[in-house]
């Protein structure tokens, strides 16, 4: 009998898995390359070289989309079981908030729509982990987290480098900065009424879960990446003169100093997008389309946006309501 265990082997290595997304972003019109490293201290705080699987760009017009993008191969039999967000309602919360648009120093090309104007992505979740038929592994989601949640920083700061040094057209450039896990294993999101009780009753997992193609996972940045984050972010600023900054810096909170804070602490990243991944299925057609939504908006959306732009005019001049 032939021996095929090299074949099992190639597959939890994980390389045919980028092999065949980074064929499929190809296809779709990205610039994909693989192993994207950064620079961050171990747990013995030595400065040591990291990365994350797949980076890719996708560029339509004055919009650039960068995917930070970690896959993990997990055999069929896998399941991810995913905590739902309890604070979201319906549709209307920012689901798509995995989207991270910086336009702090472009010129007038803004992200003119707001979290509730945008249409309905995925289920927000906030806590997940794997299980296989004989264990449960709760490191394997929040390792592959991590590995996009430090890289992602830098690629901000490179969008604010272009839109602040370029004269070319590029200064109005808006960047999204997208990470993504994309994994072969069965993503489920626990039903909200779940409980200890119907847990132990339940036989298999779709009675207390709902299988899902993609979901966004909400990610609490813990105290050391904040500090990472920040350094990274002040060293920034220090490459320029402060108030050329804040003489260029264009943002709603109008401060460069509170901004800084903000995004290490809250939003860098302020989610991160799970997708499941087979032959039969992939959720980046419709990752796209949400791409191609915000850089041509239907009828719909625009319609929004003048109703939202008319009632705050109305409240600023009138104090309508």
């Avoid at 296989?132 to 996009?148: E, F, G, H, M, V």
């Avoid at 993609?214 to 990472?228: A, F, M, T």
């Avoid at 989610?271 to 299925?281: E, P």
């Amino acid at each position: 009998m032939a021996n095929t265990k090299w074949k099992d082997y190639l597959l939890k290595s994980g390389v045919p898995l980028e092999f065949e997304i980074k064929k499929l972003l190809d296809e779709l019109g990205c610039q994909t390359r693989f192993d994207q490293s950064y620079l961050r201290n171990d747990r013995n705080q030595i400065s040591t070289e990291f990365s994350y699987d797949i980076d890719s760009s996708y560029i339509k017009d004055l919009f650039f989309f960068k995917l930070l993008i970690e896959c993990k191969y997990r055999d069929p039999s896998t399941n991810w079981l995913f905590v739902p967000d309890n604070e979201q309602s319906g549709k209307t919360k920012s689901y798509d908030s995995f989207l991270h648009p910086i336009d702090f120093f472009t010129l007038e090309n803004k992200f003119y729509l707001d979290y509730y104007l945008m249409p309905y992505f995925s289920p927000s979740c906030e806590k997940g982990i794997e299980i296989t038929s004989d264990r449960q592994n709760p490191k394997s989601i929040t390792q592959a987290a991590n590995q996009l949640s430090y890289g992602l920083v830098h690629e901000i700061i490179e969008s604010m480098i272009v839109n602040y040094e370029s004269d070319d057209g590029l200064e109005d450039q808006l960047c999204f900065h997208i990470p993504i896990i994309v994994t072969t294993a069965n993503l489920y999101v626990a039903k909200k009424d779940l409980t200890i009780d119907s847990l132990k009753k339940s036989e298999k997992i779709e009675q207390i879960a709902k299988k899902e193609n993609s979901l966004v996972l909400k990610y609490n940045i813990g105290k050391e990446l904040e500090q990472y984050n920040f350094e990274q972010l002040k060293r920034f600023t220090k490459r320029y003169s402060i108030k050329d900054l804040k003489k260029r810096f264009n943002c709603q909170y109008d401060d460069l100093d509170l901004t800084i804070r903000y995004l290490s602490k809250h939003a860098c990243p302020r989610s991160i997008l799970v997708m499941h991944y087979d032959q039969f299925n992939n959720s980046f057609t419709e990752l796209f389309e949400l791409f191609n939504l915000i850089t041509s908006p239907n009828k719909s959306i625009l319609r929004l946006v003048r109703d939202k732009d008319l009632k705050k005019e109305l409240k600023n001049k009138y104090g309508i309501q």
